[in-house]
């Protein structure tokens, strides 16, 4: 099926932990992204890479890395997992050339909870 | 960057009844789009209403643009319970992310 998939679908951890998930999109997209949604569900944009560049950084603190390797896929490490970082992490990708408006495609989320 | 807000913040209805839940927003736009967030899962995409429309269908939903009021509305016609939700609008910001409003929580009653 084409979609965009995300692993792990729950993350539980120790706080000071490094940790990864992994996005990946089979839609032929070339813009993928990373939103937090935090308890109180509001959603907010993280990274943006257009063709594997780095196009938004949206002060996230340095302890959070993405990583594009290719144009459909789109990873997020974290460094020195803290407890407020605890969130449903949401990768999403869309076709932003050719004119399109920016419907974008979401994963099914991953929970992470910091202890 | 800015956030939108969505009234109501949560609204239960019964089977049948139309469901209505407004979005205003700060700043100008290319588009407006509405997604749906079934619990646990992701945000799926319903509709998009450009900047110079200002009314759209698409099956049971209406959404409605006014720019000149930065608000949007979205109605569910005849809801079902399958429509339980929460519903969230979007602006389009200058490098194509999306600016999410705050969502509203919908249950409908079987």
């Known amino acids: 099926d084409t979609a965009v998939s995300q692993t792990p679908k729950y993350l539980v951890t120790q706080m000071g932990n490094d940790k990864s998930i992994k996005c990946e999109q089979n839609l032929g997209h070339d813009t993928m992204y990373w939103y937090k949604q935090d308890s109180k569900k509001f959603l907010k944009i993280m990274f943006s890479?257009?063709?594997?560049?780095?196009?938004i950084n949206e002060t996230v603190p340095n302890r959070f890395s993405p990583k594009s390797p290719d144009k459909a896929h789109l990873n997020l490490h974290i460094n020195s997992l803290e407890l407020g970082d605890s969130a449903v992490y949401f990768c999403?990708?869309?076709?932003?050339?050719?004119?399109?408006?920016?419907?974008?495609?979401f994963g099914p989320g991953t929970r992470l909870t910091v202890l | 960057s800015q956030q939108g807000e969505e009234d109501p913040q949560a609204l239960s209805i019964q089977e049948g009844e139309n469901a209505t839940m407004n979005c205003s927003y700060k700043t100008s736009i290319n588009n407006l789009q509405w997604y749906r967030q079934n619990s646990g899962r992701g945000l799926v995409h319903l509709i998009l209403?450009?900047?110079?429309?200002r009314e759209k269908h698409s099956g049971r939903l209406r959404v409605t643009l006014d720019t000149s009021k930065k608000s949007s509305s979205l109605l569910i016609t005849a809801s079902r319970a399958a429509d339980t939700a929460s519903y969230f609008c979007a602006t389009v910001g200058p490098r194509r992310a999306l600016t999410f409003g705050s969502g509203t929580r919908l249950q409908v009653q079987p």
């Open positions: 209403i450009r900047s110079n429309e």
């Open positions: 999403a990708s869309s076709q932003v050339g050719g004119g399109a408006l920016g419907e974008q495609f």
């Open positions: 890479y257009n063709n594997k560049e780095l196009i």
